[in-house]
Nanobody, 126 residues
Framework: QVQLVESGGGSVEAGGSLSISCAAS????????MGWFRQAPGKEREGVAG????????YYSDSVKGRFTISIDNAKNTLYLQMNSLKPEDTAIYYC???????????????????WGQGTQVTVSS
């Protein structure tokens, strides 16, 4: 069993900050990349950020670059997404994902992710 569980979602005002987490269990040694995705009602899933399992190389979508930070604590098997300067358009369900293969990078738009969490809701009011 491989399980990813997101937590930390909630409601914040525009311009505020929020940190969400993803606790991983199971065969975490098989992961090469981890990432965050989001999906709002009526919109397609969007890759937000990606990170190699060593936490040494991060990738971000243009829409969040400079505002969001992805990080990992391997000792806790936990992935984080620190979100600053939040905008109403950041409102979405945020999903944690992990990949069991490596294709040269952990970019969320170029990586095949195999495992997914159930998501956590982030709502940003205007």
């Amino acid at each position: 069993q491989v399980q990813l569980v997101e937590s930390g979602g909630g409601s914040v005002e525009a311009g505020g900050s929020l940190s969400i987490s993803c606790a991983a269990s199971g065969y975490t040694y098989a992961y090469y990349c981890m990432g965050w995705f989001r999906q709002a009602p009526g919109k397609e899933r969007e890759g937000v950020a990606g990170l190699n399992i060593r936490g040494s190389r991060a990738y971000y979508s243009d829409s969040v670059k400079g505002r969001f930070t992805i990080s990992i604590d391997n000792a806790k098997n936990t992935l984080y997404l620190q979100m600053n300067s939040l905008k109403p358009e950041d409102t979405a369900i945020y999903y944690c994902a992990a990949s069991g293969s490596y294709g040269g990078s952990c970019s969320p738009t170029r990586t095949k992710f195999d495992y997914w969490g159930q998501g956590t809701q982030v709502t940003v009011s205007s």
